[in-house]
């Protein structure tokens, strides 16, 4: 791992959770983090439930479009999160790969957002303190 650690968020739509774990671990890391998040079947954008979720903690991730899963985004990150896409993240020697099992904010309401959001945030807390990266 580089002086500047590298992770990459990985879930299918890239809609919900990689982009509240990114939004989180952006927020809390600031530049100290290279921070990337992607899907193995990119959505049409962001879901709403998750942006108002996230701007309730004065995170904006209005703007943010979903991604496509790259072997070189895999290949450029430390560590590798995936979030309930089962094997479409590529695996290479070296990297550390983590799943996190949480529920999909996909048609959920903004009231059972609030826990994923919750949960995402305590996790990426965590990764920081393993990275050795204060929040």
């Known amino acids: 791992m580089s002086d500047k650690p590298s992770v990459l968020f990985v879930c299918v739509h890239n809609a919900g959770r990689s982009q509240m774990a990114a939004a989180w671990l952006t927020h809390l890391a600031g530049d100290r983090v290279e921070v990337r998040s992607a899907g193995s079947n ?5 879901n709403p439930a998750a942006v108002e979720a996230m701007a309730e903690v004065g995170i904006d991730i209005s703007a943010e479009v ?4 790259t072997v070189d985004a895999v290949k450029e990150s430390d560590v590798c999160i995936t979030m309930g896409c089962g094997d479409a993240c590529p695996v290479f020697p070296g990297k550390r790969y983590l799943d996190w099992t949480l529920d999909d904010p996909a048609g959920q309401t903004v009231d059972n957002v609030r826990p994923i959001r919750d949960d995402i945030e305590h996790r990426v807390r965590g990764l920081l303190d393993d990275l050795g990266v204060p929040a």
């Open 66 to 69: 979903p991604k496509m899963l």
């Open 42 to 46: 990119p959505g049409a954008g962001v």
